[in-house]
C-alpha cells in the first residue's frame, strides 16, 4: 500500500541531469501525488533553489504534508520509501535485506554516480581534452558495471535483482545513469554492456517500466520547454561536436551535468 501525499510533493529538477529522474521515477512507481518544479540549469547555484539546497544540486524536495525539505538524491528515495511505501513494496523490513538494499544504495551514490558524472564531465564539457582523465574515469565505470555484474550473474535466473528475489528501489537507482551509459562512454549500446550481460538484461527490465517510460516523458517535455534537445544541447546545434566546440570557446556556460 502506499499512503499518497495529500498535497503534492514538490520535486525541484533542472532536467537535462540524471540525478532528478531517480527521485521521479520511484515517485511515478510509487503513484505519488508530486509535482515538477523544473528550472534552467543555469540557475542552480543560484536563489531561489539555493536557499532550498544550500549545495545548490538537483534534486531537492519539499514535502507539505510533512512539513520536510530534503536534498541529496539517495535521502530522498529512502525518505519516500519510508514515508509513503508502506508495505514496503519496493523495500524489505528484515535486517539483512533492509541493510543490502542500503548499502546498494550508498554504492550507487559515492560509486556509481560521481564517476559516470566525472567521465562524463571530461568526455563533454570540459574544455580540453585530456584522454588520461576520460581513460581512468571510463575504466571506473566499466569496474561498477563488473561489480553489478558479478552479483547478478550469481542470482537465480528468475530473480536478478540485487537483494532478495524483487526490485527494489535500490535497483532503481542505478537506472538514470546506465540510461546514459552510450553517451558518457561514447560508444554504441551494444559496445557499453561488453562483458556485463546480466547487468544489461536488469537495467533493460527496468526501462520497460511504464514509470520509467512516464519519466522520460516528463523529460522530454521538460527538455523541450526549455528549447533543449534530448542530449541537453540547445536547439539548433547540430551534433554534440558542434556543442563541445562552443563550450570550450567560452559560448556556452550552460554545460549540462
Ligand atoms: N549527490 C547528489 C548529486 C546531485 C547532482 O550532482 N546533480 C546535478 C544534476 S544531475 C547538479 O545539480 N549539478 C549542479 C552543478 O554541477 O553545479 C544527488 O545524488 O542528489
Not at 549545495?55 to 519539499?62: F, L, S, Y
Not at 508495505?87 to 539483512?96: E, F, I, N, P
Not at 569496474?143 to 547478478?152: A, I, M, P, Q
Amino acid at each position: 500500500m502506499t499512503a499518497n501525499a495529500s498535497k503534492p510533493i514538490r520535486v525541484w529538477i533542472t532536467p537535462p541531469g540524471p540525478n532528478s529522474w531517480k527521485t521521479i521515477f520511484l515517485r511515478e512507481e510509487l503513484g505519488l501525488n508530486y509535482e515538477i518544479k523544473a528550472f534552467r540549469f543555469d540557475d542552480v547555484k543560484k536563489k531561489p533553489f539555493i536557499d532550498i539546497n544550500p549545495n545548490g544540486r538537483v534534486p531537492a524536495i519539499e514535502d507539505p504534508n510533512t512539513d520536510l525539505t530534503l536534498w541529496e538524491s539517495g535521502a530522498i528515495s529512502q525518505y519516500l520509501i519510508e514515508e509513503y511505501d508502506l508495505d514496503k513494496r519496493l523495500a524489505y523490513t528484515s535486517l539483512k535485506e533492509k541493510n543490502l538494499c542500503n548499502q546498494w544504495l550508498h554504492f550507487q551514490m559515492s560509486g556509481q554516480g560521481p564517476y559516470y558524472g566525472v567521465c562524463s564531465w571530461f568526455q563533454h564539457l570540459h574544455p580540453e581534452k585530456i584522454p588520461s582523465a576520460i581513460e581512468r574515469y571510463a575504466d571506473q565505470i566499466k569496474r561498477v558495471l563488473s561489480v553489478l555484474e558479478s552479483v547478478l550473474v550469481a542470482k537465480p535466473a528468475d530473480a536478478q535483482w540485487l537483494v532478495g528475489d524483487k526490485m527494489t528501489y535500490a535497483n532503481m537507482a542505478f537506472v538514470p545513469w546506465n540510461f546514459r551509459l552510450s553517451e558518457v562512454l561514447v560508444q554504441s549500446w551494444d559496445e557499453v554492456w561488453e562483458g556485463t550481460p546480466h547487468v544489461r538484461a536488469w537495467h533493460e527490465r527496468m526501462i520497460e517500466l511504464p514509470s520509467w517510460k512516464r519519466s522520460m516523458e516528463h523529460r522530454a517535455r521538460c527538455m523541450d520547454e526549455q528549447g533543449l534537445q534530448w542530449n541537453g544541447a540547445p536547439k539548433g546545434i547540430e551534433t554534440f561536436t558542434d556543442y563541445e566546440v562552443k563550450i570550450a570557446a567560452g559560448e556556452d556556460t550552460t554545460a549540462k551535468e
